[in-house]
């Protein structure tokens, strides 16, 4: 059976150096926000190539910890629109929504699954503050075309890189560096995983590292000196180590992952399959491989009966949940064909040669 993602065979890779920084972590006698805490906000401030990286919680807590700083600083009031992509994962919704800001959803390219400058402009009203530009499944959104747009309309850039870490675009910029302010997952299915939850902000903005660093804990500068209403929203000291190791092998990851898209994208043909658009550049880290399908069920029985699994990203827009009532009636024809007809195939650093192409040579045969 082809995984679609074999967690435990990407982080059986550094079994031997996990097992050693465990040992010198629990010998260390410092367990939160300590030294490897340091050293990874460090590391990957350098490897994103911003002046600061704030490690929190999860990638959730570090969106709404951006928002929340911002309304602390005055850039953002309650109730500001914020103009986010329809077909993203929940999570950056919800952000905007438990910040006290409201979400403007708007339709994505079906090719490229992201949003075009071009059509976010037409949502931008009086009221609109904000983009949260989400880079889904590993690919930029057209970077330097909404940071334009956005600097015209005095608006504030934040990233949700969740799912992009290490994709640089043509100015060899990293997701994370490309706004005002970014926010990063490390959950454990990312390109760069954890083995638990983490996340971190990524900014050059003096003052918003400032605020966001004093939010995640208890809002003190200094220990039992509370300056703003904060959260309790620290990374987790053993998860940064997990990082710090899993970080050298990022590029590497991220190379290969190119490597098995290429070859999906070179050797796919069939008529049922659309194969998602790929500029042959580094601004996509192939988090994830995704094409669409009529028939999603059938194919998927298909590639199952055949030893494969497959996934989907994701099988209900975040204006159809429950959650989301007020804005069930929004009319979003690409996002709902995207959820309709979207399939994610096995794509991972540790997929052999032998199952990429049984992937290709299964997904060619459908009939
Ligand atoms: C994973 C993800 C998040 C949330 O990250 P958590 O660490 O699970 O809170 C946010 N946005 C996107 C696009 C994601 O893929």
């Known amino acids: 059976m082809i995984k679609f993602l074999d967690l435990h065979k990407i982080n059986a890779r550094f079994g031997v150096q996990l097992k050693a920084e465990f040992q010198e972590f629990l010998d260390s006698g410092y367990y939160v926000l300590g030294k490897g805490t340091t050293t990874f906000e460090t590391n990957y401030a350098n490897y994103c190539g911003t002046k600061y990286c704030v490690g929190v919680s999860n ?180 998860q940064a180590r997990i990082l710090n190791i899993k970080l050298q092998h990022l590029d590497a990851d991220n190379e290969r992952r190119r490597d098995i898209a290429k070859h999906y994208l070179s050797k796919i043909k069939n008529k049922k399959i659309t194969l998602p658009f790929y500029d042959g550049s580094k601004n996509h880290n192939f988090h994830l491989f995704v094409v669409l399908v009529d028939n999603r069920k059938a194919f998927m029985d298909y590639l199952l009966d055949n030893g494969i699994q497959s996934s989907i990203h994701y099988p209900k827009p975040p204006h159809k949940q429950k959650a989301l009532q007020e804005f069930l009636e929004l009319q979003l024809p690409i996002t709902e064909h995207i959820h309709r007809n979207c399939v994610s195939l096995p794509i991972s650093p540790v997929l052999t040669e032998a199952e990429v192409l049984k992937v290709i040579k299964t997904v060619n045969a459908f009939r």
């Not at 902000?201 to 300056?227: C, H, I, M, P, Q």
């Open 59 to 238: 990638g959730l807590d570090a969106l709404i910890l951006v928002f929340k700083a911002y309304l602390q600083i005055g850039k953002l009031s309650k109730g500001d629109e914020v103009i986010v992509p329809a077909n993203t994962y929940v999570a950056s919704i919800l952000s905007i929504i438990q910040a006290g800001l409201k979400p403007v959803f708007v339709e994505p390219n079906s090719a490229t699954f992201n949003c075009e400058a071009s059509t976010i402009k037409k949502y931008i009203t009086s009221k609109t503050k904000a983009i949260l530009t989400v880079h889904l499944y590993g690919q930029l959104a057209d970077s330097e075309a909404i940071s334009m747009l956005a600097q015209q309309h005095g608006l504030l850039l934040i990233e949700d890189a969740a799912q992009a870490h290490g994709a640089e675009n043509a100015l060899g910029k990293r997701a994370g560096n490309i706004s005002n302010a970014a926010a990063f997952s490390f959950y454990p299915s990312k390109n760069l995983g954890a083995l638990g939850e983490a996340g971190a902000v990524t900014t050059n903005d003096d003052e918003l590292a400032k605020v966001v660093s004093e939010l995640r804990n208890y809002g003190s500068e200094k220990k039992y000196e509370n300056v703003r209403l904060g959260v309790n929203n620290r990374i987790d000291e053993l």
